[in-house]
């Protein structure tokens, strides 16, 4: 009898699901953040603003809830640190373009070039945008260090502009900011409307082919309206 319920118990025992551990992440709170930015990108990409919810961006990040507010307060204020990340992304990437060491065209066609596979490889940064212009800016409007992004480009371009003048290959009269607003417009609705456009035009515009000579057809645009 003994014996009996000692098999018994073996058995139960041996039936029981083991209850394993879920592996547990090193602490890092620098990649945990940039780890919920990514997620937090997805999501509001995906359901926009009103639609996005902080569980479903802690899922995707693999983070602790509490942590997300801990870093970021709450939805408003990580959708305001996404929208500041990805401004951030393309200004660092402009500056490294070093657009001051090379001759004024070069430096055009450059710019232009970086605007426009950025666009390409974030769609993310195209989609943020829109959310953020059907808002009218309301978000960032409170990012008080956005005019500070935005500042070194504009110098950029002034002194690229200015060096163009010297040599005669640049017209007078550009105004920097408009000029960069033709550039980042030029890209922008292309990608923005591509699958429409697509459509309408019964042309596949997000092939390579297609995005090739788009890329080619907005340097020349924005050069033959700067040649002097």
């Known amino acids: 009898m003994v014996e009996r319920r000692r098999k018994s118990l073996k058995q139960a025992t041996d039936d029981t699901p083991v209850r394993r551990k879920t592996p547990q992440r090193a ?4 990649l945990t953040k940039r780890d919920i930015l990514i997620a937090a990108r997805e999501e509001f990409c995906e359901y926009g603003l009103d639609g996005a919810r902080v569980d479903r961006i802690a899922t995707r990040a693999a983070a602790n809830k509490r942590l997300l507010y801990h870093y970021f307060g709450n939805k408003e204020a990580l959708y305001e640190a996404v929208l500041l990340e990805g401004y951030r992304e393309i200004r660092l990437g402009e500056q490294k373009l070093h657009l001051g060491e090379l001759a004024p065209v070069e430096a055009m066609r450059k710019l232009v070039g970086f605007t426009f596979d950025h666009f390409r490889d974030n769609p993310w940064f195209i989609r943020l945008l829109s959310t953020e212009n059907i808002l009218r800016a309301e978000y960032v409007k409170k990012i008080g260090e956005m005019p500070g992004l935005h500042s ?15 040599k005669g290959v640049f017209r007078k009269g550009v105004d920097p900011v ?6 980042a417009g030029l890209i922008y609705f292309y990608f923005s409307n591509v699958h429409t456009l697509s459509v309408v035009f019964k042309v596949p515009l997000a092939s390579k082919k297609e995005m090739a000579a788009r890329r080619a057809h907005a340097e020349e645009v924005i050069l033959g309206y700067l040649r002097a």
Do not use: C, D, K
């Open 178 to 183: 408009h000029l960069y607003i033709s550039v």
């Open 152 to 166: 070194p480009i504009v110098a950029q371009l002034r002194a690229v502009l200015a060096e163009g003048q010297r």
């Open 27 to 30: 602490r890092n709170p620098e």
